[in-house]
Structures are given as C-alpha cells and as structure tokens.
C-alpha cells in the first residue's frame, strides 16, 4: 500500500491533482470519486487535501 495525496488544481473547481510514488496527475472529481469513492472526496472538499491508503491495482488505473 502506498499513500496517495490529493488537493485541488488551484484555481479550478473539478479538478484534482494526484501524487503517488513521484508521480503527479491532473483528472476531474467525478473520475476520482469512480476510481476511490466518494470518501476520496470528503476530506477534499471539507479540508482542501486528503491522503488515502492505495494499493497497485489503484495506481495502475491512475495512468
């Protein structure tokens, strides 16, 4: 398991930046919220940034 950090592209409402193993990517909420739940999104919204436990099939999907 790896830990994934998210927080919003500033200046944009849709838009989450990911960061995993040195790696950055840039997609919407919606497909964030289909890849991880909606928990992915709670602590975004309500706080600005959220940390999720992620396994390799996870960050696979991500590329």
Do not use: N
Request: proline letters at 2%; aromatic letters at 4%; charged letters at 20%.
């Amino acid at each position: 398991m790896q830990e994934l950090s998210c927080t919003w592209v500033p200046g944009t409402t849709d838009l989450v930046r990911l960061k995993v193993a040195g790696h950055t990517v840039e997609m919407t909420a919606t497909r964030v919220t289909r890849l991880f739940g909606q928990k992915a999104l709670h602590d975004l919204y309500l706080k600005g940034s959220a940390k999720l436990k992620v396994d390799a099939r996870q960050i696979a999907l991500l590329g």
